[in-house]
């Protein structure tokens, strides 16, 4: 118990270290990290997305990896929308 009352007392002389540190780290994750996590999701989705739409419109064609880039974007465009970026 004694521990844990020096531990308060030392954190509410640092209150305004700990909010500041507390806000850098949200302002990371939410500006930096989140963003860069949801354009990596969207870009292989739309990649998958439009691979898939181009071999329904041309079954003749064997190349996997052949997509309109019209399909791409809006694909991507409907990802980054729907997870709020």
């Known amino acids: ?22 806000l850098a780290i949200g ?8 963003p860069l996590h949801i354009k990596s999701t969207c870009e292989n989705s739309a990649l998958k997305g439009a691979q898939h739409e181009y071999q329904s419109q041309n079954p003749w064609d064997k ?7 019209k399909d791409y974007t809006l694909y991507y465009e409907m ?6 970026l």
């Open 27 to 34: 302002a990371f994750y939410w500006f930096e990290w989140r």
């Open 63 to 69: 190349n996997k990896d052949t997509f309109y880039n």
């Open 79 to 84: 990802c980054t929308r729907a997870k709020g």
């Open 1 to 22: 118990m004694k521990v844990l009352n020096i531990l308060l007392k030392q954190m509410k002389n640092h209150y305004k270290i700990i909010i500041i540190v507390l």
